[in-house]
C-alpha cells in the first residue's frame, strides 16, 4: 500500500473593511459594517488553531493591516505566515499597470509598517489577475500565488504570455519561476453563506453549515482516498467563517483530516518549498507540443 502525502492548507482572506469598500465599493454603513466583523472572526479563529497546533496562511490586505493592526500583529506572533491580498481589494483585471504596481507597493508599506514582514506569497483579491501580474509578482520577488484554478490538488507553474482567440489555437505562454497554487470556488466559504445584493447579480447565500462541511469532507477523501498525495486549499474568510456554527464547520473539518496517515497541515509556503524540490518550471503535462 502507497504511503499517503497529503497537505491541508486551512487559508484565510482577512478582508475586513477592504472587500466592501473595494471589490463591492459600498457606500452604505450597514454593508460595509459587516467587515467590521472580521476582528472578532480572527480572535476565534486563532484560538482554534492554537488548540491543534496547526499554521495557516492569512492573506491580508493593507487596508486591513491598518485597520485593525492588533488582530494582524497576533497572527504574525501566532506564527501563521501572512500573504499579500492587495491594498483595498482591488481586482486587478480592473486597474491600469501603474495602478497594479502602486497597489502592490502600498500592500507592501501597510504590512511592513504594522509587523515587519514581506511576504512570499499573493491571492489576488477576487481571484482575478491582470496580464501584467505574474510579471510583476516576478518582479517584486514572490515565490507562489494562490489565485488561478488551472489545477485542483496539484500546483503547478505560472506563465506569461499566453495568448488566445476565437479564431486561433491557443498558444501556451512561457512557464516561469512562481509556483501556481489552485484555488476553487467550491472550497471558498463566502459564496457559501454570504448574502450580497448588487446591481446586476446576487449572491444568494445561506447554506447550511453541515451541508459544506459534507461537500468539503467529501473533497478532501476523493484525495486522500482516490490520489493519495497533493494538497487540499481550503480559501475562507474570518468574517465568514469565524460566525457561530460556521466555526463548527472549520472544526469538523480538522476533526475528520487531523488523525489520519500521512496528512499534513501546512502554510502555503511551507508546502510550495516541498512542493519544488526536483521540479523546474515546465508546461502543463498536457499541453500541445
Known amino acids: 500500500m502507497t504511503a499517503k502525502d497529503v ?3 486551512l ?11 473595494g471589490t463591492f465599493a459600498a457606500q452604505s454603513p450597514s454593508m460595509i459594517s459587516r467587515g467590521e466583523f472580521g476582528p472578532q472572526g480572527v480572535r476565534r479563529i486563532l484560538a482554534l488553531l492554537e488548540s491543534y497546533g496547526i ?54 508599506e501597510a504590512l511592513d509598517k ?23 509578482l516576478l518582479e517584486f520577488g514572490f515565490d507562489y500565488e494562490s489565485s488561478l484554478m488551472g489545477s485542483e490538488y496539484e500546483p503547478y507553474w505560472c506563465r506569461v504570455g499566453d495568448a488566445w482567440s476565437t479564431t486561433e489555437p491557443w498558444k501556451f505562454g512561457t512557464p516561469v519561476d512562481l509556483v501556481e497554487l489552485p484555488v476553487s470556488w467550491l472550497l471558498d466559504d463566502f459564496p457559501h453563506f454570504e448574502y450580497v445584493v448588487l446591481p446586476n447579480n446576487l449572491i444568494p447565500g445561506f447554506k447550511s453549515p453541515r451541508e459544506l462541511l459534507q461537500s468539503w469532507i467529501d473533497e478532501f477523501d476523493y484525495l486522500y482516498d482516490k490520489i493519495g498525495t ?38 502555503c509556503a511551507d508546502y510550495v518549498v516541498k512542493w519544488r524540490v526536483g521540479k523546474s518550471p515546465c508546461l502543463p503535462a498536457d499541453a500541445a507540443a
Open 230 to 267: 497533493g494538497v487540499l486549499n481550503v480559501t475562507m474568510h474570518p468574517q465568514v467563517i469565524g460566525r457561530g456554527a460556521r466555526m463548527l464547520l472549520l472544526e469538523g473539518l480538522i476533526e475528520h483530516v487531523k488523525d489520519k496517515p500521512g496528512v499534513t497541515f501546512s502554510t
Open 7 to 9: 497537505h491541508v492548507t
Open 114 to 136: 504594522v509587523v515587519g514582514i514581506r511576504p512570499t506569497g499573493y491571492r489576488s483579491p477576487a481571484w482575478d489577475n491582470s496580464p501584467n501580474t505574474i510579471p510583476l
Open 55 to 108: 499554521k495557516s496562511t492569512f492573506f491580508v490586505p493593507g487596508h486591513t493591516a491598518l485597520a485593525f493592526p492588533g488582530t494582524v500583529e497576533a497572527i504574525a506572533a501566532a506564527g501563521h505566515e501572512i500573504g499579500h491580498h492587495g491594498f483595498v481589494h482591488e481586482n486587478p483585471a480592473t486597474t491600469t499597470p501603474d495602478q497594479e504596481r502602486w497597489i502592490m507597493e502600498k500592500g507592501f
Open 11 to 21: 487559508t484565510f482572506d482577512y478582508d475586513a473593511y477592504s472587500l466592501w469598500i
